[in-house]
C-alpha cells in the first residue's frame, strides 16, 4: 500500500497491522488549489487496529496515516505541496463527509467547521484531535520525533495518544478545507471498545498539563454535573486555582455554591456559583456545543472573549 507521487517526492502511508484489510490504492499528480500535490484513494474494509508502529521504509519525506480500523471505505485525501514542505512539525487533515449522513452529526459538524485557531484550542473536548486519523498527513522525520503509536491493544485511544504527544512536542494542525474523506460510522468500530473514564482521565491530565499551568485562577463554566465532576477530578493544586463555577441555572446560582463533600480538608471547600455575567475570566466552559440552540454561543460571544487567553472547550 506505498503510493509515490513524483510531485510530493513520495507520500507514505503507515498501515498495515493486524486487522484483515481488502484495499485498492491508486496516486496521481493533481494541482488543486492552483497547487501540485498528489491525490490517494482508496478503498478499505478492515476490523482492529491498521497501522504500523513506524513508518513504512521508503524513500519518501511524507507520511499519510490511513487508519482501517473504523470501516471507512472510499478515502480521498488530498494534501496541497505549500504544506509538505519536509521536517515540518504539523499534522496535515480534511474535511470528512459521514456515512451514513445523519449518523454523528454534532461531531461531524465540529470537525468541519472549526476555524484554524481551534484546530488547536479545542484539543480539550470530548471529540478527540480536530481533524480524524483517517485523514492524516505528516513527515516521516516529525513522525519520529513524536514517537509510535501506542497499540497496546483494544480499549487503548491510541489516535488521542499520539495527536496529544504531538501538541505537547509543539506540532501544529492544519485541516485541508475540503471534504475528501467518506467516514464511515458503525456500532462495531474499535473507538466504542474505549471507556469513557479512560477519555476522561486522559482529557484532565492533559488540560492540566497544558492550559491550567498559565492560569493563576479559573472558573469553571457550568454547576451542573459536568462542572462538579471537573472540579472533583482536578489534583488538589489545580482545584485551589478555582474561584467559582458559573451557570445560567436560578437554582444553583441561589444555592450560592458548592461544597466538596468528598474533601479530606477541613472545613470542607466552598466554590461560589455565580451568574455567568457575575463571573471572571478565564473559563473552562463545562457545556456541550451545538445543543442548546445556540444559548451557549450567544451568551460567550456577549462578554467578548477571545478563546486559549479567555476561555477553553472541555465537554
Known amino acids: 500500500m506505498v503510493s509515490a507521487c513524483p510531485a510530493t517526492d513520495g507520500l507514505i502511508p503507515f498501515a498495515g497491522g493486524a486487522g484483515p484489510s481488502m ?9 488543486s488549489h492552483g497547487l501540485p500535490g498528489a491525490v490517494i484513494g482508496a478503498q478499505c474494509v478492515a476490523a482492529g487496529p491498521s497501522r504500523r508502529k513506524e513508518p513504512v521504509p521508503g524513500p519518501g519525506l511524507g507520511l499519510r496515516e490511513q487508519t482501517l480500523e473504523t470501516g471507512t471505505e472510499g478515502l480521498r485525501t488530498e494534501a496541497p505541496a505549500h504544506l509538505w514542505r519536509p521536517g515540518l512539525p504539523r499534522i496535515i487533515g480534511c474535511q470528512v463527509q459521514r456515512e451514513p449522513p445523519n449518523s454523528t452529526q454534532r461531531y461531524t459538524r465540529w470537525l468541519n467547521q472549526l476555524e484554524p485557531g481551534q484546530l488547536l484550542t479545542q484539543a480539550f473536548t470530548s471529540h478527540g484531535p480536530t481533524v480524524p486519523m483517517p485523514t492524516w498527513f505528516c513527515s516521516r522525520a516529525w513522525f519520529s520525533h513524536v514517537g509510535p503509536f501506542d497499540e497496546g491493544g483494544r480499549g487503548v485511544p491510541e489516535d488521542l495518544l499520539f495527536f ?68 472533583r477530578s482536578l489534583t488538589a493544586e489545580s482545584r485551589r486555582k478555582v474561584v467559582a463555577f458559573c451557570d445560567v441555572d436560578e437554582n444553583k446560582i441561589q444555592k450560592g455554591f458548592y461544597c466538596h463533600e468528598e474533601s479530606q480538608e477541613r472545613p470542607k471547600p466552598r466554590v461560589p456559583v455565580l451568574h455567568f455575567r457575575a463571573a471572571r475570566p478565564p473559563f473552562v466552559i463545562c457545556v456541550k456545543l451545538d445543543l442548546t440552540g445556540g444559548a451557549v454561543e450567544d451568551n ?9 487567553r479567555d476561555f477553553l472547550h472541555f465537554s
Open 164 to 231: 496529544y504527544e504531538h501538541l505537547r512536542k509543539g506540532g501544529g494542525v492544519v485541516r485541508v478545507d475540503r471534504s475528501l474523506l467518506v467516514y464511515r460510522y458503525h456500532p462495531a468500530a474499535a473507538t466504542h471498545a474505549v471507556l469513557e473514564t479512560t477519555i476522561w482521565t486522559l482529557r484532565v491530565r492533559f488540560l492540566e498539563e497544558q492550559a491550567l499551568p498559565r492560569w493563576a485562577t479559573f472558573t469553571i463554566w457550568n454547576a451542573g454535573r459536568q462542572g462538579r465532576r471537573l472540579y
Open 300 to 308: 460567550l460571544r456577549s462578554l467578548h472573549l477571545r478563546e486559549g
Open 23 to 31: 484495499c485498492t490504492h491508486v496516486s496521481r499528480p493533481c494541482a
